[in-house]
């Protein structure tokens, strides 16, 4: 059963459901053509010098079904981060979960300053 979670954006519920592989790669396709649905091709820095409130406009409508530019438009900060990370733990929190104890044992091989 897919995950989903429920953000109040604007007084309006906005359901953020878990997506199928396949189509997480097309809106990566889609979103960073570049990278040809490849996430260790994205190129971020090239990614924030065009970021814009356009950027968010024409993106998060693409992520989450059912929010326009209007919804985006009209929301808080705080209300479109909490919306982003919903998108995350929905579509990525076993991604989470492994990738924190590998960043522990990486830096714990690290040498460390004296």
């Known amino acids: 059963m897919p995950r989903n979670k429920t953000v109040t954006l ?3 519920d906005i359901i953020v459901q878990e997506k199928r592989i396949k189509e997480l790669e097309s809106l990566i396709k889609e979103l960073f053509p570049e990278s040809k649905g490849k996430i260790a091709e ?3 820095g090239k990614f924030m010098e065009s970021a814009d409130f356009n950027l968010l406009y024409k993106t998060l409508p693409k992520l989450i079904p059912g929010l326009t530019a209007e919804d985006v438009e009209d929301a808080y900060m705080s209300e479109l981060e909490e ?5 995350v733990d929905v579509n990525f929190f076993g991604l989470k979960q492994l990738i924190q104890p590998m960043l522990k ?4 091989g690290l040498p460390q300053k004296s």
């Open 105 to 108: 044992v990486a830096q714990s």
């Open 83 to 87: 919306l982003l990370g919903a998108f």
């Open 42 to 44: 994205i190129d971020l």
């Open 10 to 12: 604007n007084g309006k």
